[in-house]
Nanobody, 125 residues
Framework: EVQLVESGGGLVQAGGSLRLSCAASGYTFGDYAIGWFRQAPGKEREGVAYISVGDGYRSYGNFVKGRFTISSDNAKNTVYLQMNSLKPEDTAIYYC??????????????????WGQGTQVTVSS
């Protein structure tokens, strides 16, 4: 059974940092890309960052603008999202997901088959 468990969310002041973790189990880690998505109240889910675990290729949502970094520790089957210079508008529930694509790295939520339960990130002004 594929399981994804997020951790690391919390309350932080604007300008601060958080590191989210996504621990994966139940499958061969390199078989899926991992994406981080977020959803704020009343808004659609949006892609934050993506990583092809097998070759390390990474991609980011346009709004990230160098503030976030996605990485993976393949020995631990874990993907991280380092978030710096956080803004109040980054407040959302952050989810990690595992997905595949026939071409390139999957970026649409519809391309992701497995989802974690989410972790709340709240940035105060």
């Amino acid at each position: 059974e594929v399981q994804l468990v997020e951790s690391g969310g919390g309350l932080v002041q604007a300008g601060g940092s958080l590191r989210l973790s996504c621990a994966a189990s139940g499958y061969t880690f390199g078989d899926y890309a991992i994406g981080w998505f977020r959803q704020a109240p009343g808004k659609e889910r949006e892609g934050v960052a993506y990583i092809s675990v097998g070759d390390g290729y990474r991609s980011y949502g346009n709004f990230v603008k160098g503030r976030f970094t996605i990485s993976s520790d393949n020995a631990k089957n874990t993907v991280y999202l380092q978030m710096n210079s956080l803004k109040p508008e980054d407040t959302a529930i952050y989810y990690c997901a595992a997905g595949t694509s026939l071409r390139g790295i999957p970026v649409s939520p519809a391309q992701y088959d497995y989802w974690g339960q989410g972790t709340q990130v709240t940035v105060s002004s």
